[in-house]
């Protein structure tokens, strides 16, 4: 999602800051759309390093018969930390 976001701040700064040719008096469309686009590539490039850092998760299950003919069911549950991704 956020990547997403920064697609369209990106999308709309541009468009402000080169395709509208309309004069304010009080605020600079050109700026704002020059701030807006740095702002959508801010976070572009933080929803890119946001996916690369998401953990994985893993789990076994096996089920085994025990010397009294017991089911023995064990589940392992494992989260890699970010180094070993």
Known sequence: MSIG????LFAIG???A???NVAVDWI???MVGIILM???AVVVIIG???LARRRTASST???T????GNKVTRTEHTAPGPDEV
């Open 48 to 50: 890119i390093i946001m």
């Open 38 to 40: 740095v702002a959508g």
């Open 28 to 30: 600079n469309l050109g």
């Open 65 to 68: 018969v025990d010397e009294n």
């Open 14 to 16: 541009a468009i402000l």
């Open 18 to 20: 080169f395709a509208l």
């Open 61 to 63: 299950s096996s089920t």
């Open 5 to 8: 976001l920064g697609i369209v």
